[in-house]
């Protein structure tokens, strides 16, 4: 068994045009990217970088129009591997009511397994276990209608793992959400990947939420222009402001702290790590 659950080589993808044979300029151009096996990956980039598109490459939605694209070291260009492909990527998209399809929390968690041929029994035990994963289980004869941002965007969550899904890629699934809502899905998102082993992709424009991965790949204009650690992608702020992208907000803080003379320990990249450092500064100087 590979140790990459994705893997995409020299991929260059561009939709079709208005007209009959026409295409449009390449959304992707030459996009090399590999997924490890459980690990959290998260990638960043302004509107229109291609990053959604990339979304729907990694689970055979999209096709590359030259390159190719490996999942568990299936070929997406293979049509007789679809559901296969499938099976194994999960993807849970921005708007929740998208991908919310029945009238009753637990039997839209169960159409995936359902269209899949999973046995009846299998399912009830699948669904239970999906919705008690992602914090829904109190929920599951509720009306998906009736809930909050938060909490439909964690049953379409529960829709993915009750499919036994390997990976699941998430398409800015907390741009819509209020903070409340988003710390939901991230706790949950998080807890998946670290807890249960499933691999993570998260598509996001939220450097808070990019932080917390294991590895941060950047993309503009249909390329990764950078991949490697938070540390080391938030710490060259230069690089992302030339991609219209910035480092976080505690980053900036300790950057302007270091001018007034005050410089804190490694990169504080989330709150936590601001007041450690910060303390830490304090216990040495006082």
């Known amino acids: 068994m590979s140790d990459r659950i994705i893997e995409i080589k020299d991929v260059w993808f561009s939709y079709d045009g208005d007209n009959e044979g026409e295409k449009l300029p390449p959304v992707l151009k030459g996009v090399t990217l590999d997924v490890e096996r459980g690990e959290f990956l998260a990638i960043l ?18 096709l ?8 568990d070291g299936l070929d997406t260009a293979d049509p007789s591997l679809e559901y296969e492909i499938r099976a194994k990527i999960g993807v849970v998209m921005q708007n929740p009511d998208n991908q919310i399809v ?12 359902e269209n899949l041929g999973v046995d009846p029994a299998e399912i009830r035990v699948r669904v239970d276990d999906a919705l008690k994963r992602v914090g829904m289980y109190e929920y599951r004869n509720h009306e998906p209608h009736k809930l909050s941002g938060g909490q439909k965007q964690r049953v379409a969550i529960a829709g993915v793992v009750a ?19 988003r710390k939901e899905v991230m706790n949950t998102i998080l807890e998946l990947n670290k807890e249960f082993g499933i691999t993570v992709v998260l598509i996001t424009h939220y450097m808070n939420e990019a ?16 991949c490697a650690s938070p ?20 980053a900036m803080l300790a950057a302007l702290l270091k001018k007034k003379g005050i ?24």
Request: net charge negative.
């Open 211 to 226: 932080v917390l991965a294991d590895r941060v790949a950047v993309m503009d204009e249909g390329r990764i222009v950078a």
């Open 102 to 113: 029945a009238s009753i929390v637990e039997e839209d968690v169960a159409f995936g397994p």
């Open 45 to 62: 980039g302004r509107n229109g970088s291609g990053k959604s598109t990339l979304t729907r490459i990694c689970n055979a939605m999209a």
């Open 231 to 250: 540390a080391e992608v938030f710490s060259d702020r230069e690089a992302l402001r030339s991609v219209g992208l910035d480092t976080t907000q505690t």
């Open 163 to 181: 499919m036994r899904t390997e990976c699941i890629v998430l398409d800015e699934p907390t741009a819509m959400l209020d903070p409340a809502g």
């Open 263 to 286: 410089e804190l320990k490694g990169l504080p990249l989330t709150p936590d790590a601001f007041v450690s450092a910060f303390l830490q500064y304090i216990g040495e100087h006082s």
């Open 64 to 71: 590359p129009d030259k390159g190719s694209v490996h999942v």
